[in-house]
C-alpha cells in the first residue's frame, strides 16, 4: 500500500484500488494531484501482481479541475496542465490493464473526464456527473469532447456539453455514460466484484480485447487485426490453461504467458 498526501493505493486479491484522497476540495484535480494520480498509475501498472485497477474518490470521485489554479493560468499553462491530464487519462485509456471507474457523489468536469478514460464505470445511486466547464467561459479539455460522443453519441454528447447539465446516476446508465448503478454503500464491494471476475481471465487475453476494441478506422482494419490477435492466443499457455480446465471441468489457473 502506498499513501501520499493526495492518493492512496492498496492492493489485494490481483486489483489494484487508485483512491484520490483530497475530500476537502472534492478531490480536485490540480497539478499535484494529477502528479501523484499519475505516479500511482504507472506504479499500479507496473505491478506484475495486479490484474486489474480501480479508480475510485474518498467522498466523491472528483468535483473536476482546480478552478483556483486555474484561473491565474495563461494560455501556455494551460496547455501544459491540459497535456498533463491527457498523459495521465491516456495512459489509462490505452493501458494494457483494465481499468473500473467506482464514481461516488460528484464527478465533473475533469473528473468526469477521468472516469471516461477508464474501460467501465460503476456508479453510486448518488453520483452526479457532467461536464459544466462552458459555465466557466471555457470548454472541457481533459478529453471530453473526443471521448463523451464515443459512448454516448455525439447528439446526447453535445446536448450534455453546451448546457452543461448535471445528471444523475440513473439517467447515466440509461444514456450509456455508466456501467451499471449500485447503493452508495455497495460502491466499491460492485467495483472490487467486477474487478475480480476480470482478473481471473488471461492478462493477455484482455490486453488483447481492450486493444481491439479501443482501436479506431475502418472496420476492415478492426476485423483482420482481431483475426492476427485471435491466432496469437494459440501460441499461448493460457489459451492451453483455459481449454484443458474446460475439458476437466475446472477454473482456469492464467500466468499471463
Do not use: W
Amino acid at each position: 500500500m502506498t499513501t501520499g498526501d493526495y492518493v492512496r493505493t492498496t492492493k489485494k486479491d490481483r486489483i489494484g484500488v487508485i483512491t484520490l484522497d483530497r475530500p476537502e476540495t472534492r478531490n480536485a484535480l490540480s497539478t499535484a494531484m494529477l502528479r501523484a494520480l499519475g505516479e500511482a498509475v504507472a506504479e499500479t501498472a507496473g505491478d506484475e501482481a495486479v490484474r486489474v485497477i480501480v479508480i475510485t474518490g474518498a467522498a466523491v470521485f472528483s468535483a473536476g479541475a482546480d478552478i483556483k489554479e486555474m484561473k491565474v493560468k495563461t494560455p501556455e499553462e494551460a496547455a501544459a496542465y491540459a497535456r498533463l491530464a491527457h498523459g495521465i487519462f491516456n495512459r489509462i485509456e490505452s493501458g494494457d490493464k483494465p481499468v473500473i471507474a467506482a464514481i461516488g457523489g460528484y464527478a465533473l468536469g475533469g473528473g468526469c473526464e477521468l472516469a471516461l478514460a477508464c474501460d467501465i464505470r460503476v456508479a453510486a445511486v448518488s453520483a452526479k456527473l457532467g461536464q459544466p466547464e462552458l459555465n466557466l467561459g471555457i470548454i472541457t479539455g481533459f478529453g471530453g469532447t473526443q471521448r463523451l460522443p464515443r459512448l454516448v453519441g455525439p447528439g446526447k454528447a453535445k446536448e450534455l456539453i453546451m448546457t452543461s447539465r448535471i445528471i444523475d446516476a440513473r439517467e447515466a446508465e440509461a444514456i450509456g455514460l455508466v456501467n451499471v448503478v449500485v447503493k452508495d454503500e455497495e460502491l466499491l464491494a460492485k467495483a472490487e466484484e467486477m474487478a475480480l471476475t476480470i482478473a481471473q481471465k488471461s492478462p493477455l487475453t484482455l490486453r488483447a480485447v481492450k486493444r481491439l476494441i479501443n482501436e479506431s478506422g475502418p472496420i476492415e482494419r478492426g476485423l483482420e487485426r482481431e483475426i492476427l490477435s485471435f491466432a496469437e492466443c494459440f501460441a499461448t499457455g493460457d489459451r492451453r490453461e483455459g481449454m484443458n480446465a474446460f475439458l476437466e471441468k475446472r477454473t482456469p489457473d492464467f500466468k499471463g504467458a
